[in-house]
């Protein structure tokens, strides 16, 4: 499995170490040069030290990674048993995740959906839970920079080696530059050797940690399909929410109308009403008190006016109304034409991406054929 790539480190590097000391004379005890074999120890000792980190850091990555196959699984049985949604049970669950890292990010999230309000705010899961937390998890800070430090160890000792050995050899004199051969070649050995083992464990550690990588955004990515189909709580899409606001003013609108209905009604029927009160009233009065009661007929009369007037006025406003119920249609006609000019945009937008997709992988692919060929061309210059 791609996840277990990085067991293959360590037996190579045993692998490499043994041919290191043999080739020193260590197993025949014909030990030719201390400091080679003390710089290739020191130079195999901090390539041991990177690589134990590296294996922490993976380790650690795995087991996040199958904290969310995990989670998967139990999702997937969850909903086989109970069928629909299963928001209402994972809203406060505490128990969805052992990681540390996944159960903070996991909070962090039940927290900001306990704050909304309505399905239109509601929030990814992949905001929280990400390519980016396995980063994290996976210290790929630290292991994306290791396979170019291997190959810099690998270069630093072939510096190494060949200052030693010019260090130690003389020419000034013909017949002494036989003696000085030997020592030319053992610093040519530290760096050869070293740059043979330091490229070599750049290549090996490189191919185990795009296999660890990979097969940890694979589990991710199978987390997250699993929680939006089964978890994830609908979001009212921007379609439905204007929706939703076309009927509500539908709505007010006609209830304003109903209202206007009454009022001018009710203000026709009071006229009516008050005009007869008004009348059997100024008879009466003229009967009981005779023309002293002309003045309070005429002040009545003009209150009958303003009756009227008032009810001529509850009418305008049952015709504003009506306009203004004519003005929602038309808003509602332009939110449709702006629905409708959404759905086109958004179906542009996944054109325009799809394209920016191929062009990406195509780039992809020649940026990986032009490493090809300048790694072939750096194997044929080593040579």
Same mark, same amino acid.
């Given at each position: ?9 360590? /037996? ?16 025949? *005890?014909?030990? !030719? ?14 390539? *041991? ?30 909903? =086989?048993?109970? /069928? ?12 969805? $995740? ?5 159960? =903070? ?12 309000r309505g399905g239109a705010a509601a929030c ?24 170019? !430090? ?32 030997? /020592? ?7 760096? $050869? ?39 994830? /709580? ?7 929410? !204007? ?37 059997? $009233? ?32 509850? %009418?305008d406003l049952t015709e504003t109304v009506r ?9 509602? %006609? ?10 086109? $945009? ?26 090809? !060929? ?10």
């Amino acid at each position: 499995m791609k996840r277990k790539l990085y067991y293959l480190l360590f /037996p190579l590097y045993l692998l490499a170490a043994v041919w290191v000391f043999y080739i020193n004379g260590v197993f025949t *005890g014909n030990l !030719t040069s201390r400091s080679n074999l003390v710089i290739n120890a020191v130079f195999l000792l901090a390539i *041991g030290v990177i690589f134990q980190l590296s294996t922490m850091s993976f380790k650690r990555l795995n087991h996040c990674a199958d904290e969310l196959m995990w989670a998967a699984d139990t999702m997937e049985k969850e909903h =086989e048993r109970t /069928p629909g949604c299963l928001w209402e049970k994972y809203r406060e669950r505490g128990d969805v $995740f052992l990681d540390g890292a996944l159960e =903070e990010a996991f909070a962090g999230y039940q927290k900001r959906m306990a704050g909304k309000r309505g399905g239109a705010a509601a929030c990814d899961i992949e905001e929280y839970i990400n390519e980016e937390l396995l980063d994290r998890v996976g210290m790929a800070h630290y292991n994306s920079a290791v396979s170019g !430090t291997l190959t810099g160890l690998g270069i630093l000792g072939t510096f190494l080696g060949l200052s030693m050995g010019l260090s130690s050899f003389d020419g000034n004199d013909i017949y002494t530059i036989s003696d000085n051969v030997g /020592p030319l070649l053992e610093g040519m050995k530290v760096a $050869f050797h070293t740059s043979v083992y330091g490229i070599f464990f750049s290549l090996v550690f490189n191919f185990a940690y795009r296999g660890v990588m990979s097969d940890a955004y694979e589990r991710l990515s199978r987390f997250l399909s699993v929680y939006r189909e089964y978890v994830a /709580p609908s979001a009212v899409s921007a379609g439905e929410g !204007t929706r939703a606001m076309l009927v509500y003013q539908s709505n007010m609108a006609a209830s304003l109308k109903t209202i206007t209905d009454l009022l001018s009604g009710n203000a026709a029927e009071q006229t009516k009403g008050v005009e007869r009160m008004v009348s059997q $009233f100024a008879d009466q009065l003229m009967q009981t008190f005779g023309t002293q009661t002309k003045q309070l007929g005429a002040m009545l009369a003009q209150a009958c006016e303003s009756q009227v007037r008032c009810a001529q006025d509850c %009418r305008d406003l049952t015709e504003t109304v009506r306009e203004l119920q004519g003005v929602n249609g038309s808003v509602l %006609r332009a939110l449709e034409n702006m629905q409708r000019q959404q759905e086109q $945009f958004a179906v542009s937008l996944n054109a325009q991406q799809e394209k920016l997709s191929a062009t990406c992988d195509a780039l992809s692919g020649e940026i990986s054929s032009q490493l090809y !060929t300048l790694e072939q061309m750096r194997n044929s210059y080593e040579e």
